[in-house]
């Protein structure tokens, strides 16, 4: 049914993913991002990647997996600052099932693991890359905006508790 120029679905059927698509684009023309948001309805797709690479360590994983071809683990352990031996064995689990990053066991005594990218866990090295400096060229601005936010938020609860 049309109401205007607007497809309705009406609530007896599930509609098709084709009818949820039009419906929902039939408003103002989306940005490619808001498109990408929207691929069934939910954005799932950008959540559940982004949920996994967007952390603080895994873009360090794969940049120092970057700068070299393989590295065993307390090799890469030692290339990432502050990351506990348990953050490194989890965050390398989520990118070896999400096919990013290879892990090769070698039958020695003690055994010997070594971890290495994918060719997609390679596509992800420019864009971590680009962040990377985004966030170190921002940080200062970045800092002094935290402290501009945080001394106006401190300010109006000094002012309240003098006035008692």
């Known amino acids: 049914m049309f109401v205007g120029n607007r497809k ?13 698509t039009a419906a929902e684009h039939s408003g103002p023309r989306m940005s490619e991002y808001e498109s990408a948001c929207m691929v ?29 071809y393989r590295l065993r683990f307390t090799e890469l352990q030692r290339h990432i600052p502050g990351i506990s031996q348990r953050m490194l064995t989890v965050t390398l689990r989520h990118l070896e099932r999400d096919g990013m990053v290879i892990r090769t066991m070698h039958a020695e005594v003690p055994p ?6 994918t060719s997609i866990g390679r596509t992800l090295i420019e864009p971590a890359r680009e962040l990377s400096r985004w966030a170190i060229g921002s940080y200062t601005a970045i800092l002094d905006s935290r402290e501009r936010f945080d001394a106006a938020i401190a300010e109006p609860k000094a002012t309240r508790r003098s006035d008692r």
């Open 8 to 20: 309705v679905i009406m609530a007896n059927r599930t509609p098709a993913l084709e009818e949820t």
């Open 40 to 68: 069934g309805g939910r954005g799932d797709a950008i959540r559940d990647v982004l949920g996994h690479i967007g952390d603080k360590w895994t873009l360090l994983i794969v940049g120092a997996l970057s700068a070299r």
């Open 112 to 117: 010997r693991v070594e971890y290495e990218l």
